[in-house]
C-alpha cells in the first residue's frame, strides 16, 4: 500500500467513525471497586487535562500504529481488543503496558510500591515502522528521584545520551529481586530500555531495538505532527469519556478473515447508564461504549459475516462467549463496523482476575 493510499484510506476510517449510532438501553451498574490508594481520583465531569495530554507531544509522526490509553488500572487492554476483533499487530499495541508495568514490578519487587500506582493511567504507544517491539510514553505520578532510586534498586544503570537520562539493566545485578523468577539476569526479567522525556513522562522500549533506540522518541519531538497524530490529539481533547484510541494501517493479517485488513480503528469511552451525554462523569462505575472499524482487503460483505459469526479462541467461560456474540457488525461501504456497549458489571470477564 502507497503512503498517499494509506493517508486516504486513514481518512475514510476517520470520517466514519465520527458518527454517532443510537445508544441502546444499558441495564443498571452495581459499585466497581475501590480505587487505588494513590493517587487520588480525577475530578468528575473532567475532560482529559493538558497533563494527561502530554504523552500525546512523543508519537512519533511516521508511526503507522499508534494509540492513546486511560483505561482503568483493573481491565485488560488486550481482552477488550480481543473483544472487538482487532487483528494481532493491533493487539500487541493493548499488551504492552501490561508487559511494562508487571515487568518493572518483578525487576524493583518490594523496593518501590506497585508500578500501577507511580504510572498513571493515560500513556501513549506505537509501532514505529522500523522498530523491533513497542514504544510506550507513561506519565509519572511519583517523584522522579524516587522513581530513580528504584530503578537503581532493581540493578538498573544510567547513562546520558543525547541529552536524555536513559537507564537499562545492568550486569552488576547478578540475580532478579526477591519475589520474581529466581536466577534471572535483570535483562531477562525486564527487557526494556527507559528514557527519562521529562521530569514526569517516562519512554520505555525494548533493549533489543538498533543503536539507542531514541529514533522514534526525538522525531516526535523534532518533526512536525502527522495528519494521524494530529487527528488522535483532537479527538482526546474534544471528547471527555475518552478511554482508548487506537490506529493501526497497512496490511495485516486477521485471524477470522480470509483476507487481511488495511486499517484497524477502536475507540472506547466511558458509557454512564441512564446519560446519553457525551460529557460523561469520570468514575468507576461506568460501562463502556465501544465501537471498531475494519477496512478489509477482500469481500466486505463476507468479512462482516465472519466477524458476526466469531467466536473466541480456546477454552473460555459462557459469559465471555455471550460478549462476543453481542457485539454487532455490520457493512458500511468498503468498511466493516462493529458496536458493543458494556455495563459496569458486563466489564468483570474482562477485569485482571476477571472470569464468568
Given at each position: 500500500?502507497?503512503?498517499r ?7 475514510l ?6 458518527s ?13 471497586t475501590?480505587?487505588?490508594v ?14 494527561e495530554?502530554?504523552v ?5 509522526p ?15 487492554p ?9 487483528p494481532?499487530?493491533?493487539?500487541a ?17 518490594p ?25 510506550l ?19 538498573m544503570?544510567v ?11 545492568g550486569p ?18 525486564f527487557?526494556?530500555r527507559?528514557?527519562f ?9 525494548s ?6 533506540g ?11 505532527k ?11 481533547a ?7 484510541e ?10 477470522d478473515?480470509?483476507?487481511d ?6 475507540s ?6 441512564g ?9 468507576d ?9 475494519l ?13 458476526e ?8 467461560t459462557d ?18 463496523r ?14 485482571r482476575?476477571?472470569?464468568?
Open positions: 500500500m502507497s503512503h493510499a494509506a493517508l486516504l484510506l486513514v481518512g476510517a476517520l470520517a466514519c467513525g465520527k454517532e449510532p443510537e445508544r441502546p438501553p444499558v441495564a443498571a451498574a452495581p459499585a466497581a475501590a480505587a487505588p494513590e493517587p487520588a481520583p480525577p475530578a468528575a465531569d473532567a475532560p482529559a487535562t493538558p497533563d495530554r502530554k500525546l507531544a512523543w508519537l512519533d511516521d508511526s503507522p500504529a499508534v494509540a492513546y490509553m486511560r483505561l482503568p488500572a483493573d481491565l485488560e488486550e481482552a477488550l481488543g480481543e473483544l472487538f476483533a482487532l494481532p499487530r493491533a493487539l499495541l493493548l499488551r504492552a503496558p501490561l508487559s511494562l508495568e508487571s515487568g518493572l514490578a518483578a525487576l524493583i519487587g523496593a518501590a510500591p506497585p508500578p500501577e500506582q507511580w504510572l498513571a493511567r493515560d500513556l501513549v504507544v506505537m509501532q514505529p515502522v522500523l522498530a523491533r517491539g513497542p514504544y510514553v507513561r506519565r509519572l505520578q511519583a517523584p522522579r528521584a524516587d522513581v530513580e532510586a528504584w530503578l537503581r534498586a532493581g540493578g544503570d547513562e546520558t545520551v543525547e541529552g536524555l537520562s536513559v537507564w537499562t539493566p552488576e545485578a547478578a540475580e532478579a529481586p526477591a519475589g520474581s523468577a529466581p536466577g534471572l539476569p535483570p535483562a531477562l526479567v527487557p526494556w527507559l528514557v522525556l521529562a521530569d514526569d513522562l517516562l519512554g520505555a522500549f533493549l533489543t531495538e538498533m543503536g539507542n531514541l529514533g522514534p522518541l526525538t522525531a516526535a519531538r523534532d518533526l512536525p502527522s495528519e494521524l497524530t494530529r487527528t488522535i490529539g483532537e479527538v482526546v474534544a471528547d471527555p469519556g475518552l478511554l482508548l487506537l490506529y493501526v494501517q497497512g496490511a495485516m493479517l486477521h485471524f478473515l480470509s483476507d485488513v488495511g486499517i484497524a480503528k477502536l472506547l469511552r466511558r458509557l454512564v447508564e446519560d446519553g451525554a457525551r460529557s460523561l462523569p469520570r468514575h462505575a461506568a460501562g463502556i461504549d465501544g465501537e471498531v472499524i477496512q478489509p482487503l477482500g469481500d466486505v460483505g463476507e468479512a462482516a459475516a465472519a466477524l459469526a466469531r467466536t473466541p479462541a480456546g477454552a473460555t459469559v465471555l462467549r455471550d460478549l462476543y456474540k453481542k457485539v454487532a457488525y455490520t457493512q458500511d461501504g468498503p468498511i466493516v462493529g458496536r458493543l456497549q458494556l455495563a459496569a458489571d458486563d466489564l468483570t470477564p474482562l477485569r482476575g476477571g472470569g464468568g
